[in-house]
């Protein structure tokens, strides 16, 4: 059974950093693209970024492209999104997801088979 964990959510005022991580507990890893999502109570889950099972490609928000940064180690199963000069409005939970192939629909979150628990990150302005 695939497992995904995500860690590094915390408190941050405005313009700090921190970095999620998200583990996965199976040995194909490398063979599942993976992506981050996050959700704010009463709205809709949102896409944030995506990584490829090579990682040699990747996709982003609008509203994180410059400050947020998707990597991945397969070596050690892990995603990574390094977020950086944070906002109040990036305040949510951040999810972890994962698919088999990754294309134009990277943003779409019915189409990733595997989903996390959260992780919540909160922006102070």
């Known amino acids: 059974q695939v497992q995904l964990v995500e860690s590094g959510g915390g408190l941050v005022q405005a313009g700090g950093s921190l970095r999620l991580s998200c583990a996965r507990s199976?040995?194909?890893?490398?063979?599942?693209?993976m992506g981050w999502f996050r959700q704010v109570p009463g709205k809709e889950r949102e896409a944030v970024a995506a990584i490829t099972s090579s990682g040699r490609n990747t996709f982003y928000a609008d509203s994180v492209k410059g400050r947020f940064t998707i990597s991945r180690d397969n070596a050690k199963n892990t995603v990574y999104l390094q977020m950086n000069n944070l906002k109040p409005e990036d305040t949510a939970r951040y999810y972890c997801?994962?698919?088999?192939?990754?294309?134009?629909?990277?943003?779409?979150?019915?189409?990733?088979?595997?989903w996390g628990q959260g992780t919540q990150v909160t922006v102070s302005s």
């Open positions: 199976d040995l194909t890893f490398n063979s599942y693209a």
């Open positions: 997801a994962a698919r088999r192939f990754l294309g134009s629909t990277w943003h779409r979150a019915p189409d990733y088979d595997y």
